[in-house]
């Protein structure tokens, strides 16, 4: 974590602190400030993720997961053509659609008409799927409370 962000002779460090992706001052000088923040790793499965995975190793923003829990915790890529995350378009018919994964199984909602609503529609699956951890295309207002 340390050396990604902080070593730029590390193979990493291009996709992290090239990007000015950081470690805390708290925990990139005392593993003990670290350990008391995040506690033990649950399993040898889960590793250190970031919620926002362009912020900063940094409390609240970390959490322990595993490999398909940081599958879809990652920034949209170059190769993502149409700007919204979990969308396609499939060319014959001219609709959208969403897809999700689901303990390794993907997940389609097809015949969407516009890719907002396709990404309006992997959002809420993405919530049902991953809570607060959900990578979502738009932010969203919390409800009123209803007092």
């Known amino acids: 974590m340390v050396k990604r962000c902080h070593d730029p002779n590390e193979k990493s460090y291009l996709k992290y602190g090239a ?3 950081k ?14 923040d995040m506690g033990p790793k649950p399993t040898p499965a889960h590793s250190i993720d970031r919620r926002d995975s362009s912020g900063d190793y940094e409390p609240g923003n970390c959490r322990w997961a595993t490999d398909p829990e940081q599958a879809v915790n990652r920034r949209l890529t170059q190769l993502n053509r149409f700007a919204y995350r979990g969308v396609g378009k499939k060319p014959r018919c001219n609709r959208w659609y969403a897809k999700a994964t689901f303990e390794g ?5 097809s015949g969407l008409a516009t890719p907002e609503e396709a990404a309006w529609m992997y959002d809420q699956m993405a919530l049902a799927i991953h ?4 990578h979502l295309n738009f932010v969203y207002e919390p409800l009123p409370s209803s007092c």
């Open 131 to 134: 809570g607060e951890f959900a």
């Open 105 to 109: 199984k993907s997940i389609f909602i």
């Open 19 to 21: 990007l000015g992706i």
């Open 23 to 36: 470690v805390c001052d708290r925990w990139r000088y005392s593993f003990p400030a670290f350990f008391e």
